[in-house]
Every structure is written in C-alpha cells, then in structure tokens.
C-alpha cells in the first residue's frame, strides 16, 4: 500500500520541488525571509497611501522640481477620471451632429459648424473648443476647424462611430452603478438592446430560436460595422489557410467568415448562429458569391449540438459575452464538435492586457456587467477554462492592437 506521500513523488522529510514549494524556499531564501519581504512590502504600500492622502506631501511634490512631473502626471490622471463623462459626450455630440463629416469636406468657421448642425454660433465655438483639447479637431488658419488626429479615425472608422452612437444605453445604465453591482437593476437598456444578452439576464425560459428579426437586427447591424477591425486583427494574426472547414459559431452576418475567405480561398466556411440571425448570414454570404463554399446554419450554440466535423471553430468575440456556466458548456460542445486534431479559436478583447488594463477590466467589466451577461477575461483564465474542456497546447497569436483583440487557439488531440 501507498503512504501519504507516494504518488507525489516525495519522500518524508525531503524538499518540495520547485513548483510546489513556496516562495522563499523557491529562490533558495531561507524560511521567513520572504515572509519579511512581504512584510516590507505591505508597510511601504501603508506608508505610500498615508503620504498620497496628506495634501501636505502632494503640495511639497508639487513643488519639487524633480518629483513636480510626477505630482503633474498623477493630477492630471485623476482629473481625467472625474472629467471622462464629459469627454465622452463632446466626443458623442459631434458623432451625432456629423461634425467630423463636416470638417473631412473642407475646414470651417464655428459659424458654418453651427448653421449646419443646428447650434447657435456660441454653442459651436464651445464643442469645437472642447473638442480641439481632446484633439478630435485642429485649428486652422483664418478662424476655421478641421480634423485633429483622433476626429480623423473616427471618421474613417464606421464601426467606432456606430459604438459612440450606441453607448447612450451604457451612461444610461450606469447612472446609477450600485444596483448593478448588487445585481439588483434588473432589465437593462443595454440586456434589451442585446436580445440574447437580455434573455440570460431576464428571460431565460425563451429558447433563442424565438429571438425574431426584428430583435436582432439593431445589435447585428452594430457587431457587422464594428467587426472590420477584428477582422483585420485575426486575419493577420492567424494562420487560416492551414485548415479545410471553418465554423464561425455566433458568426453573426458573416463578416469575418467573408473576411477570412479572401486569404484563405480554399477553406470551407459555416456560420452557427441563433435562426434569425442565420438567415441574414445566408443571404450575405449569396451577395457575396460565397455560396458554394460556404452556409449558416441555425441554431443556439448555449443549447444545442454544434455542427460537427470542421477542423478550425471560432468563437470571435463570443466568450467574454456570456457568464461562466455558459462558456464551460460552449467549449465542451466545442471540443465535441472538432475534428481529431482540430483547432479552437477565441479572438476578444481580454482582462489584463499589458498597456491596456482598462479598457478590458473597466470599460468590457462595467459594460458586461450593464449588458447583463458575461465579463472580461485574461488569457490565463481562458487557458484554464480550455484546459477544463480537454484542450491542450493553448497559444496566444500577436495582434497589432491587442487593446482591440487577442487571439489564442487551443487544439483538441
């Protein structure tokens, strides 16, 4: 028979190996040290937030020519934080009134801003203002506005404006942000916006095959001009044309099944999403000439069997949508429906990504959270879910804006 440590690989009395042990006898520090090491730490945290709270201390770093960028720095950020609702409305304002179309036809005066959107010349002087300091627009010569670098991208961008234009649901969710922390807000302006997001929140006795059209069509619309980004993200990143049949699950109007067929012209293509939704995606991939090699196919991937056989799945800003029984259950149907040897993709935007934490965990976490499903994860919490569901040799694949999206695979033996 087996003592209590055989099957560890252990004997009584001998060291743990490296994985297993703890910090300090992991780096050869003898036992304690680490222990006030993490008690140096926690001290020099408690005197840092006494010294950042004493108005004292901020006033003499101000003052201080070589801590004075820092205290700048960190005034600025804060003010940033109270003044972003603000920023986002001069930002939204001039979606809505087209200002940015405007000034991409010729530089104008605020006068001519105001005669074409409709505002008095003073209230045009005071966005156009704002908005130059948010570097949306420039000044021009001769009293005249154009294009500042960020106006620019929106402008060229339909899938960031139809985002914008949108978030009005958002502020009005979170108006009152306690409620939804509770969970306690009930219906949501954003849950009814996304009919399937809405159902799991409010109404999960109706089976998404009931979701019709007409409820669809307002967020299909909203993911279709925002996927040309993602799209290009993907495309670059991953290796398509290693594979014979793509499944596009939640695919939507198969825009990234369109996208992925023109560098992968071999490559079979199907599109799983809710009936509704799959009709449309049917009639784009037609309008396309994609129809001989590529289908879609209805169903509600939080129910029922995936189409099996494809040896490529894609789940394109699918997981973080949805609450953790929903993603457990979805990659297990995932790995069922592979091939032997097959690949699992997920492309997201992901909790904890370098550079860009927040835009994952506090604009996706509060957003979610609004929407009434799912929540943002990181990589390591994808890769633990995928293990979970019997995947193996999980990889992160470089996107050039991963703040947009971040794309790991996983394989099925």
């Not at 049949?245 to 599109?271: C, I, K, N």
């Not at 396309?288 to 490529?312: K, S």
Request: contains cysteine.
């Amino acid at each position: 028979m087996r003592d209590g440590n055989q099957g560890t690989g252990k004997a009584d009395g001998a060291p743990a190996p490296v994985g297993d042990a703890a910090p300090e006898r992991a780096f050869g520090a003898a036992p304690g040290v680490a222990g006030r090491g993490v008690r140096l730490r926690a001290w020099l945290w408690r005197l840092r937030d006494r010294l950042v709270a004493s108005r004292t201390f901020r006033n003499a770093a101000a003052s201080f020519p070589l801590t004075r960028p820092m205290a700048r720095r960190n005034a600025r950020a804060l003010f940033d934080l109270c003044a972003g609702f603000v920023y986002s409305q001069v930002l939204a304002t001039c979606v809505r009134l087209d200002v940015f179309a405007l000034l991409a036809e010729r530089p104008r005066t605020a006068a001519e801003i105001g005669a074409l959107t409709g505002l008095p010349e003073s209230g045009a002087d005071r966005l156009l203002a704002a908005a130059v300091s948010l570097r949306l627009v420039d000044r021009r010569p001769g009293g005249r506005y154009g294009l500042g670098v960020l106006g620019a991208a929106v402008h060229g961008d339909p899938g960031i404006r139809a985002m914008i234009a949108h978030h009005h649901l958002l502020y009005d969710d979170l108006a009152d942000p306690v409620p939804l922390l509770k969970g306690e807000a009930g219906q949501t302006r954003l849950g009814a916006y996304w009919a399937y997001a809405g159902r799991a929140a409010g109404d999960a006795d109706v089976p998404g095959a009931a979701i019709g059209a007409d409820a669809v069509d307002a967020y299909s619309a909203l993911m279709a001009a925002s996927q040309a980004m993602v799209v290009d993200e993907v495309v670059a990143a991953y290796p398509f044309r290693r594979h014979r049949h793509l499944l596009d699950v939640g695919g939507g109007d198969a825009r990234f099944v369109a996208g992925v067929s023109a560098v992968a012209p071999a490559l079979r293509l199907t599109v799983f999403d809710l009936p509704a939704v799959a009709e449309r995606a049917q009639a784009a991939l037609d309008r396309a000439g994609l129809a001989r090699r590529a289908d879609a196919v209805g169903g509600d991937f939080t129910v029922d069997a995936l189409p099996a056989g494809a040896d490529l799945i894609s789940l394109v800003r699918i997981v973080h949508d949805h609450d953790e029984p929903v993603v457990r259950a979805l990659l297990s149907r995932a790995h069922d429906a592979l091939a032997s040897g097959g690949t699992l993709l997920i492309a997201e935007p992901m909790a904890e990504t370098p550079g860009a934490e927040p835009v994952g965990d506090a604009y996706f976490g509060f957003y979610l959270l609004a929407m009434g499903s799912g929540r943002p994860r990181s990589r390591a919490h994808l890769t633990r879910l995928l293990e979970a569901a019997g995947f193996t040799d999980v990889r992160e694949h470089s996107t050039r804006q991963p703040m947009i999206v971040r794309v790991l695979s996983a394989r099925k033996q």
